[in-house]
Structure formats: structure tokens, C-alpha cells
């Protein structure tokens, strides 16, 4: 009893880690993220086909021994180009999330933190970007920066920051009342030292949430853009560009759509598991 008495208070991240352990569905879908990701980064690696090799004697083959998942119409092992595409989908969703991540952290913190005409000014910009098409706006970046895996990334998450910073913003806003801020004013630290020090380590919960359900969003709209035409072009590939390929034969090939499909619906359902189990760990109010 007395050991009990005495034992230290588990901090609140100690606490969200308890809990996120306690959701079985959270941890699966995090053990089925990381194998995927580990086999899209190794198998292209170790496979016996490369990526744009063909076999001529097996084209839009069905799976076999030697094609575990089949070819496709040029007769290139798809097993190699679903993981290869893994590693171009997985990347560009985390690369486009980390911009949008940053953007929005810092756009919404200022925002709330200055508050005044500062603060309408900043949010209103964000209301005439939420004004315009989301595909119009990609498109055009697209278009007049090009393909580039790069810019595609910073396209993408160029244009997903709006809804952190207002997520952010009003997270500030409530932030900035409370006492620790309040004391560190006191103490006569600069503004930009209290949003950096004091507010924003405070947000990683809502920030983490977010942006773990934003990657999915990422590589659902990258699948679309390649669907359309406009996102990987060859020789890569990603998973969107392997679905329309597959789409296209889907009655001749169905293979060709099916296991693309089933690796992308995989990973988009293990990741809002994820989002969603981290947001029932960091929400102090569910418990």
C-alpha cells in the first residue's frame, strides 16, 4: 500500500501510450502498416524481376509460380511493381503530410496566438483558399511546375494544410489562456519563444491525430490523379497508377486490379485504425 502511495504520477503521453496499447484494432493495423512498408522498401530490392523488366513469354499473365501476383499488359511482374509503387504511394503520402503538417502548424498558431485583425486576415486567406476546387488548385500547380515527384508532393501538401490550421488556430486560442502561458509572459518571454516553447509541444496530440489521417487522404488523392493521368508517370509507378492500368483491363486482367487494390484499401483502412485510436489515447475527455 505504502509502495502504491509512493509511487510517482504516470505522465499524460504515458498515459495516451497505455491506452493506445489497450486498442487492439490501433495496434494491428500499426503491426500490418509497418510489414508493408517493410516489404515495400526491401522486396523491389531482393526480387527476381526488376521493375521494367519483360517477359516476353508471359504477357498479362495470370499469377503463377514464377509470377506470384501475374504481369501486366507489357508483361512486367506485378509483384515487383505493387511494392516498388508502395514506395512512391508511402512516400509521397508522408512527404505531402509533413508539408501540410508544417504549414498548417505555423500558419494556425500565428494566427491564433496574434488574434486581432492579424488573425482574420490570416483566416480569411484560408477561406478563399477553401473557396477553390481542391483538384483545380493541384492541377494548376501541376501544371505550371510539372510532374516532378518533388513538386507533386509539395503540390499535394501545399494545398492540404487548411484544415490544420484552423484545427491549430483554434487550439491557440485556447492555449493562450491558460496559466503557464500567462506565466511565461511574466517572465518576459518573446511571443515567438511562447509559441514555440509553450503552444505548440502542446498541440502534438491534435497535430499527431491529424496528420495521421491525413496520409491516407494523401495517397487516396495521388491514386486519383494518376487514375486521371496526371500523377506518376512512367517508368515509376504507384499504386493509383497500377489501379488504373488494372481498371482498364480489369475484364481480361481482373489480377491487375485486384491485388493493387487490395494492398491500397489495406493501407488506408490500417491508417485511420491508426488516427483513430490515436485520437481516443490523446482525448483527456473520453476518460
Not at 522486396?43 to 509460380?65: G, Y
Not at 504481369?71 to 508502395?86: P, S
Request: aromatic share 10%; hydrophobic share 55%; with cysteine.
Amino acid at each position: 500500500m505504502i509502495e502504491a502511495l509512493a509511487a510517482p504520477p504516470r505522465s499524460p503521453w504515458r498515459d495516451a501510450g497505455v491506452r493506445l496499447l489497450r486498442n487492439r484494432a490501433a495496434i494491428v493495423s500499426c503491426v500490418v502498416l509497418a510489414m508493408i512498408a517493410a516489404a515495400c522498401a526491401l522486396v523491389p530490392s531482393f526480387a527476381q524481376w526488376p521493375l521494367d523488366a519483360v517477359d516476353w513469354s508471359a504477357i498479362q499473365a495470370p499469377p503463377s509460380a514464377e509470377h506470384w501476383f501475374g504481369t501486366d499488359g507489357n508483361g512486367r511482374d506485378l509483384f515487383v511493381r505493387i511494392f516498388y509503387g508502395g514506395r512512391i504511394s508511402l512516400t509521397l503520402g508522408l512527404a505531402a503530410t509533413l508539408v501540410a503538417v508544417i504549414i498548417g502548424v505555423a500558419w494556425g498558431a500565428t494566427a491564433g496566438y496574434a488574434g486581432g485583425a492579424v488573425d482574420g486576415l490570416m483566416m480569411r486567406a484560408v477561406d478563399v483558399l477553401y473557396a477553390l476546387p481542391f483538384m483545380f488548385f493541384v492541377i494548376l500547380l501541376m501544371v505550371f511546375f510539372g510532374r516532378d515527384m518533388v513538386l507533386m508532393f509539395i503540390a499535394l501538401g501545399a494545398v492540404s494544410w487548411l484544415d490544420m490550421a484552423r484545427i491549430v488556430r483554434g487550439q491557440t486560442l485556447t492555449l493562450k489562456r491558460r496559466e503557464f502561458v500567462r506565466a511565461a509572459h511574466a517572465m518576459g518571454a518573446r511571443p515567438t519563444a511562447v509559441v514555440v516553447r509553450h503552444i505548440v509541444p502542446n498541440l502534438l496530440g491534435p497535430v499527431a491525430v491529424f496528420a495521421t489521417l491525413t496520409v491516407p487522404r494523401v495517397i487516396l488523392f495521388e491514386s486519383l490523379l494518376s487514375f486521371l493521368g496526371l500523377g506518376v508517370q512512367e517508368p515509376m509507378t504507384s499504386w493509383g497508377v497500377l489501379i488504373s492500368e488494372g481498371a482498364s483491363a480489369m475484364e481480361s486482367a481482373p489480377w491487375m486490379l485486384l491485388f493493387p487494390a487490395v494492398f491500397l484499401a489495406t493501407t488506408l483502412f490500417a491508417l485511420n485504425f491508426i488516427g483513430d485510436g490515436l485520437r481516443d489515447a490523446l482525448d483527456p475527455r473520453d476518460h
